[in-house]
Every structure is written in C-alpha cells, then in structure tokens.
C-alpha cells in the first residue's frame, strides 16, 4: 500500500535560518505529491502540491520537488519566518483510491 | 463560502454516551472524509464518502458510524463513546480524484 515517511520533529530553528523537512514515499504508479500546513488550533490547508515528476511546487516561498527516483519531495524554504510555525504533513494520493496517505507531521518552531 | 464547516468545536462526553459530530461543505465538493488527529500517529481515515449516497471504511472505522444525508453534508457518529476515542476530527472534502483537500477546522473531542 501507499506509505509517506517525513522526519521527525520537532524541528526549532531562528528567524531567516534555511528550513528542509524530509519526505519520501512508497506508492505504486505514479502518484500526486502535497504538503498541507496546519496553525495552531486550525484544520490543514494546501502549502503545495506536484503531480508528476520532475515538478516543483512552491507557495510563500516554500519549495518541494517531485522526484521519481529518489521517491522524495522534501520541502525548503530560504528564509522561514516566526509566523511558518507551524506542523507540516506530507501526502500523496496515488493507486486506485484515490486517497489522500498522510506523514505523521514535523513540528517546526521559529525563535525571533 | 464558508467552506468546510463543523459543529461543535468542542465536545465532552462520559464513557458510553453517544454524539453526532456534523459536517458540511459549500464547494460542491463530491468526496468527503472524516479523520482523527493523535500526537504521534498524524492524520487517520476513519471513513469517507466519494459520492452521495456512498460511504466506505478507511484505517480505524472501529466505534464509528457516518451518514452522507446530501451532497452538503457527512456526519460521523459514536454510539458509544470510548476513552480512546479521545481525539481531534477533522472533516475534509474534495472536488475530484487529485485535486486540493479542504478542511474543517476540527473538532476535540474528550471521552472521560
């Protein structure tokens, strides 16, 4: 079946600090990648999304880039800010389902 | 529009006691879902419903029962209540096969 494996957090940087979450996936085909946002005691909202590789997503100054081989889209940001606190999940849809499969979430803090 | 709205937003309960938690949805979206969120464990299906008039069992279904009463609206139902039932929900849905998710702003459950 479809997996999403990310890294665990928390992960705490300082203001302007260059952000990677890792994500690596496991699905049959050829699946859609996405990585959703969610704020504190608020529901997940799309950051972004590629749907075949090769592709790169970007949202808010946020990156990720779907690649096929290394069956990963790890998301960047140059700069992260204190209002990107936040936990971010990847997740894929993929096989006949059609199914959103979620990563556990990466805490991520931005000291001032 | 509103979006995914969902009722209530907070909610305890006694061991054994039964709950309706209602979602609806603006977008004219044909798939819903219900969720839970667990620290640790991410986001898990817990049933959806690609269409009206269908519903199908995700990855922990055990506890709950749903109802797509129209397009608008899926409701998630517990019969009877469980400590481990302890949790976030989250109400999404979705216009087509890979397109964004949206979602509600959650519902914290507590099952004493």
């Known amino acids: 079946g479809n997996s999403v494996t990310q890294m665990e957090g928390p992960v705490t940087l300082s203001e302007e600090a260059f952000l990677t979450i890792n994500c690596t996936y496991t699905a049959t085909g050829y699946p859609s990648l996405f990585w959703y946002v969610q704020y504190p005691g608020e529901g997940l909202q799309l950051l972004l999304k590629a749907t075949k590789a090769d592709d790169k997503g970007s949202n808010k100054g946020f990156e990720a880039t779907y690649r096929k081989e290394t069956t990963s889209f790890h998301l960047e940001k140059g700069s992260v800010q204190v209002s990107d606190s936040a936990v971010y999940f990847c997740a894929l849809i993929g096989g006949s389902n059609y199914k959103l499969t979620f990563g556990k979430g990466t805490l991520l803090t931005v000291n001032p | 529009n509103a979006g995914v709205t969902q009722t209530p937003k907070f909610q305890v309960l006694k061991t054994g006691q039964s709950m309706t938690l209602q979602c609806a949805q603006d977008m004219n979206h044909n798939s819903m879902y219900w969720y839970r969120q667990d620290p640790g464990m991410g986001l898990r299906l817990i049933y959806y419903s690609a269409s009206e008039g269908t519903t199908d069992k995700g990855e922990v279904p055990n506890g709950y029962n749903v109802s797509r009463l129209n397009k608008r609206e899926f409701s998630l139902r517990l019969e009877s209540a469980a400590p481990s039932q302890t949790s976030v929900y989250f109400c999404?849905?979705?216009?087509?096969?890979?397109?964004?998710?949206?979602f509600g702003p959650g519902t914290r459950l507590t099952v004493l």
């Open positions: 999404a849905s979705r216009e087509d096969r890979v397109g964004e998710q949206f």
